[in-house]
């Protein structure tokens, strides 16, 4: 209940992502799993997840391993997204976004991305580029 309940509740702060129904399976610093289930309302015209659904939980994935890992006096916006199809997407998927945690400098900043089935094979494989820059001083 409770990766289900966390989802969700990253979903109400950024309601796009409650599209796809993510379940965040782990986090810590530095990398963030989430499941996408397999269902009518992700799939596309031949049965399988569709790309743009898998992209979403990647994203997704990416957004809140870097809330659980930028340091404090860093901030992050995505700049772009790459990302290759590399077999279909037949079942449940899950989205792993990754970075070292020394990564974490002003600049571009490359997230590595990849969704697997559930027999983990990678089935989208990419970099969410992110750009990093020093918070405002307050006044």
Request: with cysteine; proline share 6%; charged share 20%.
């Amino acid at each position: 209940m409770g990766d289900w309940l966390f989802g969700k509740v990253i979903s109400r702060r950024a309601p796009y992502f409650g599209t796809i129904s993510p379940r965040i399976t782990n986090v810590r610093p530095g990398m963030c799993e989430c499941l996408i289930k397999k269902r009518r309302g992700v799939e596309n015209h031949i049965g399988t997840v569709h790309v743009i659904a898998i992209a979403n939980g990647l994203e997704m994935a990416m957004g809140t391993m870097a809330e659980a890992s930028i340091p404090k006096h860093l901030r992050w916006i995505p700049k772009g997204m790459t990302l290759d199809y590399t077999a279909k997407a037949g079942s449940d998927i899950r989205c792993v976004a990754e970075v070292d945690q020394s990564a974490w400098q002003p600049g571009d900043m490359p997230v590595t991305v990849t969704a697997y089935d559930v027999n983990d094979t990678v089935v989208v494989k990419g970099t969410i580029n992110l750009w990093i820059s020093e918070k405002p001083k307050k006044s």
